[in-house]
């Protein structure tokens, strides 16, 4: 028997309540493309608003010296361990940035970023999305 190619279907297994199945029904991307293509029809035609959400991404993280390692580490308050278990990192790791061996990679750095100074991180996350009309210009 052949599924409603307007419907379908994701089974997804979870380890953690003994492998049971949750099914979810989602439109088919055929539906999704069609629902999107109506809906900028009704906007080109000024029966519908648009609503656009602009987020502001911060600076890429500066290089972070071991100096400036161990500053975040302190600001927080955390031991070398409790460091490397926020950041999910080892203690060895945490150990060998604070001694200049290595240093923190991009993904690290951003992290580092945000525990340093966490304000225009959070600041990006809660902008409220502004309603657009026709000929408006969203800044």
Known sequence: MLEDPKQQTVSVKSFKDGGCKMKRNRPSLFERLKS?????????????????????????????SAADVVAVRVKLG??????????????????????????????????????????????ALHRKPASRGRGSIAG
């Open 36 to 64: 999107g293509m109506d809906d900028l029809l009704l906007y080109a035609k000024d029966e519908k608003q648009l609503v656009e959400t602009r987020r502001s991404i911060p600076d890429p993280p500066r290089a972070y």
């Open 78 to 123: 955390l031991s070398q361990s409790g460091l490397a278990a926020l950041m999910h990192v080892s203690i060895k790791t945490v150990q060998s940035w604070e001694q200049g061996l290595r240093a923190p990679s991009g993904v690290a750095s951003r992290l580092l970023q945000m525990l340093e100074e966490p304000g225009p991180f959070l600041k």
